[in-house]
């Protein structure tokens, strides 16, 4: 069945386009695209016209974004299971601020999510399962581009988490909690990384994989299985 989405698009002084959604069912299928610089997908906290919000609630979603251009931004909640997600950003200064069912009103199990970045000085915040057991969650990083600063939190319950990084100066903070089996790859090509990566699942059967080639920079690595002090 094809749903029709509330789309509101408006030009404004300081920002191209902005649009808002506010979808609730489920099999939706939604694809957004933007071209150009200084707009909005929002969002939580979108300002532009005060636009709110990216809201989608459901199950089986499949979301197809894409950015083409800097100073764009993609804010908002996503809430619900079986979720598939491709999210294309192509230019630099690029905000990505996103939650996953961050209240546990559906969960967060069995997504896929796949974010491609070509660009640099973008900014990502992803948190996955917020106050939920994000099971079975395939979420894929691919960035080209330098200083771009890259945070996510995942609440895990077998969650896969694979991060392909070629650029300088950039940044991945990754703090893995939940309930076991968080598996976390970082395949990095670059100079002056920052990398700051915790696992701390409930069951301690937690797994790393790190290849990098670079020079400079620091790393640090935290797998906590219950211990009271740890950090770098």
Do not use: H
Not at 125 to 130: D, E, F, H, P
Not at 191 to 206: E, F, K, P
Request: proline share 1%; aromatic share 10%.
């Amino acid at each position: 069945m094809r749903k029709l989405l509330p789309l509101l698009l408006v030009g404004i002084l300081y920002a191209d386009n902005e649009i808002y959604i506010d979808q609730s069912g489920n099999n939706a299928n939604i694809d957004l695209e933007q071209l150009g610089s200084s707009n909005i997908i929002g969002g939580t906290d979108a300002v532009a016209g005060t636009m709110t919000p990216l809201d989608l609630d459901g199950l089986n979603l499949t979301l197809d974004i894409n950015q083409i251009g800097s100073s764009n931004q993609f804010l908002g909640d996503i809430l619900g299971d079986n979720i598939t997600g491709f999210f294309e950003f192509d230019g630099d200064s690029n905000i990505f601020d996103i939650q996953v069912d961050p209240t546990d009103t559906y969960g967060a199990d069995s997504g896929d999510y796949n974010v491609d970045v070509t660009g640099s000085s973008n900014e990502f915040t992803l948190n996955v399962g917020t106050n939920a057991l994000a099971s079975t969650l395939d979420l894929d990083w691919v960035i080209n581009g330098d200083s771009n600063t890259l945070d996510f939190d995942i609440d895990y319950d077998l969650g896969t988490s694979y991060v392909d990084i070629d650029g300088d100066s950039n940044s991945v903070t990754f703090d893995g909690s939940g309930y076991q089996s968080g598996y976390f790859y970082l395949d990095q090509t670059g100079n002056g990384r920052t990398y700051n990566i915790t696992q701390s699942s409930t069951l301690a059967s937690d797994w790393l994989k790190i290849i990098s080639n670079g020079d400079n920079g620091t790393v640090c690595i935290v797998q906590n299985d219950g211990g009271t002090s740890t950090g770098c």
